[in-house]
Nanobody
Framework: QVQLVESGGGLVQAGGSLRLSCVAS????????MGWFRQAPGKEREFVAV????????YYADSVKGRFTISRDNAKNTVYLQMNSLKPEDTAVYYC??????????????????WGQGTQVTVSS
């Protein structure tokens, strides 16, 4: 069982930055791929970024590549999403999620068994 709690969302002007954090409970955090997803009103939940269980690989959605950076600190059971050069279209509820390392894929929400409650990010123009 993994419980995830996100923080760090808020209101920011376009071009600004935010850093989201997601703290996981339990002693098996390092065995999970950790992903960030987002969901805007009226839209489906979409993949943002993922970092593999060892931290050795990261992947990003094309829409955030070069602006967002995902990282993890296994000693602190925490995954981060640094978001720079924010745009109004980045406005959404952001969720972190955990997928066990035995999973061979991590781009689809269905690949993840554990989810946080979400944190709102609002980017004003």
């Amino acid at each position: 069982q993994v419980q995830l709690v996100e923080s760090g969302g808020g209101l920011v002007q376009a071009g600004g930055s935010l850093r989201l954090s997601c703290v996981a409970s339990g002693r098996t955090f390092s065995t999970y791929h950790m992903g960030w997803f987002r969901q805007a009103p009226g839209k489906e939940r979409e993949f943002v970024a993922v970092i593999t269980w060892s931290g050795g690989r990261t992947y990003y959605a094309d829409s955030v590549k070069g602006r967002f950076t995902i990282s993890r600190d296994n000693a602190k059971n925490t995954v981060y999403l640094q978001m720079n050069s924010l745009k109004p279209e980045d406005t959404a509820v952001y969720y972190c999620a955990a997928s066990h390392r035995s999973s061979g894929s991590y781009y689809n929400p269905k690949d993840y068994g554990y989810w946080g409650q979400g944190t709102q990010v609002t980017v004003s123009s």
